[in-house]
T-cell receptor
């Protein structure tokens, strides 16, 4: 079946550190891949996405590349800020109705 | 502004009561979805609908019911049959055609607590 596995959190970094949150997936066919971000007490916001192999999604300094050979979609940012503290979800879409399958989420805390 | 609204933000229910969560969107999206989020876990799909008057069960539909009488509205009822209803409930919507077909947009969520 389709599934998403994220690195376990919580992750704590200092401001301006380099960030990587690992995400691997199992899927039939060629799913689209997403990173969503959730700030405390809020819904999810789309951070970036990629729809085919070797595509790179980017937004707000975050990047992720769709790697079919390693079935991965790791999230990276070169210099994190305190405002990046949130929970990050990796997800893939499946089926004609584009249902999303989510990873368990990774809580990120950035200290000043 | 276009978007998805959910109400109420917080909801308390006594055991044995049914409760209905509201979800409205003005994005003119065809598809709507309900997810459940438990602490430290990802989101799990409860129900989804691709067109008015039609909906399908997701992965954890037991104890829940939905209706889709209008394109912009997709209310979720948590029934007394749901054994562990305390959770954060998120509604989402998406297009079914076009450039953004696979992108879901989320509402702010409703936190349900069973007392």
């Amino acid at each position: 079946g389709n599934s998403v596995t994220q690195m376990e959190g919580p992750v704590t970094l200092s401001e301006e550190a380099f960030l990587t949150i690992n995400c691997t997936y199992t899927a039939t066919g060629y799913p689209s891949l997403f990173w969503y971000v959730q700030y405390p007490g809020e819904g999810l916001q789309l951070l970036l996405k990629a729809t085919k192999a070797d595509d790179k999604g980017s937004n707000k300094g975050f990047e992720a590349t769709y790697r079919k050979e390693t079935t991965s979609f790791h999230l990276e940012k070169g210099s994190v800020q305190v405002s990046d503290s949130a929970v990050y979800f990796c997800a893939l879409s499946r089926g004609g109705a584009q249902k999303l399958v989510f990873g368990q989420g990774t809580r990120l805390t950035i200290n000043p | 502004d276009g978007g998805i609204t959910q109400s109420p933000k917080y909801l308390f229910r006594k055991e044995g009561q049914n409760v209905t969560l509201s979800c409205e969107q003005n994005l003119n999206h065809d598809a709507m979805y309900w997810y459940r989020q438990d602490p430290g876990q990802g989101l799990r799909l409860i129900y989804y609908s691709q067109i008015v008057n039609d909906f399908q069960k997701g992965d954890i539909a037991e104890g829940y019911s939905v209706s889709r009488e209008k394109k912009e509205s997709f209310p979720l009822t948590v029934t007394s049959a749901q054994k562990n209803p305390t959770a954060f409930y998120l509604c989402a919507s998406s297009e079914l055609a076009g450039r953004l077909v696979d992108t879901q947009y989320f509402g702010p969520g409703t936190r349900l607590t069973v007392l």
